[in-house]
């Protein structure tokens, strides 16, 4: 079975520090897509960032970036300078290539409240 | 690029009767749409996959009678929730995609009550 797993249930930083959220992921597909989609209280899934698996080079947006660690199916969120905009549920996701089971994967998400 | 729109944002009904909620691509062509029911606190839960033109394909216990869903053209798909019930009350998202394993890009949601 394709699971994705978010080991912190909710995390908490200091506008303008760091945080990191954690992903791990299982599945048996060479081919993939990764995923950080952001869902504020509005309750609208913004997607942050997507990793191509056959890539090494790890993504970016803005302050937002990944460590994408293939060979341990890992695939951590770093938010640099963490702004008030950025408290929101954070969901990882995959999505297998091949297989014929191309569906999105989520983890159960973590809440990161951002502090003034 | 990439917005999707969904209609109505909320709406609350009476038990047995149906309701249509509209997903819209708005600026790309969607050649597959989801539809994702969230639970409060839960993450999101797939329903079903819609190919333009074509039947859409339920998970297993979504009941494809009581949540059809209609993919007619390349920007537009809808869900409709038929005699609805209190258990039915629920967040509704609705995702679009160029291609099934492309990049899915979400509606606003609809929040739906059922009285």
């Known amino acids: 079975a394709q699971t994705v797993t978010q080991s912190q249930p909710e995390m908490s930083v200091q506008e303008a520090e760091t945080v990191t959220l954690s992903c791990t992921y299982d599945?048996?597909?060479?081919?993939?897509?990764l995923f950080w989609y952001k869902q504020p209280p509005s309750r609208q899934m913004i997607l942050v960032i997507r990793?191509?698996?056959?890539?090494?080079q790890n993504a970016t947006e803005n302050r937002f970036s990944v460590n994408f660690q293939k060979a341990a199916k890992s695939f951590s969120l770093k938010i640099s300078d963490s702004q008030l905009g950025d408290t929101a549920m954070y969901f990882c996701?995959?999505?297998?290539?091949?297989?014929?089971?191309?569906?999105?994967?989520f983890g159960k998400g973590t809440k990161l409240t951002v502090n003034p | 690029g990439a917005v999707v729109s969904q209609h109505p944002s909320w709406v609350i009904c009476k038990s047995g009767t149906s309701v249509k909620i509209e997903c819209r691509s708005l600026?790309?062509?969607?050649?597959?749409m989801f539809w994702y029911r969230q639970f409060p606190k839960q993450s999101l839960m797939l329903m079903a996959t819609?190919?333009?033109?074509?039947?859409?394909?339920?998970e297993q216990g979504v009941e494809k009678d009581k949540f059809l869903i209609n993919h007619a053209s390349l920007t537009l798909s809808t869900l409709t929730v038929t005699s609805a019930h209190p258990e039915d009350s629920s967040f509704y998202i609705c995702?679009?995609?160029?291609?099934?394993?492309?990049?899915?890009?979400f509606g606003p949601g609809t929040r739906l009550t059922v009285l």
């Open positions: 995702s679009a995609s160029r291609r099934i394993t492309d990049t899915q890009y």
């Open positions: 599945t048996s597909e060479n081919n993939y897509y």
């Open positions: 990793q191509e698996a056959y890539k090494q």
């Open positions: 996701a995959f999505i297998p290539l091949q297989g014929g089971s191309e569906k999105l994967v």
């Open positions: 600026d790309f062509q969607a050649t597959t």
């Open positions: 819609s190919n333009e033109g074509s039947k859409a394909t339920y």
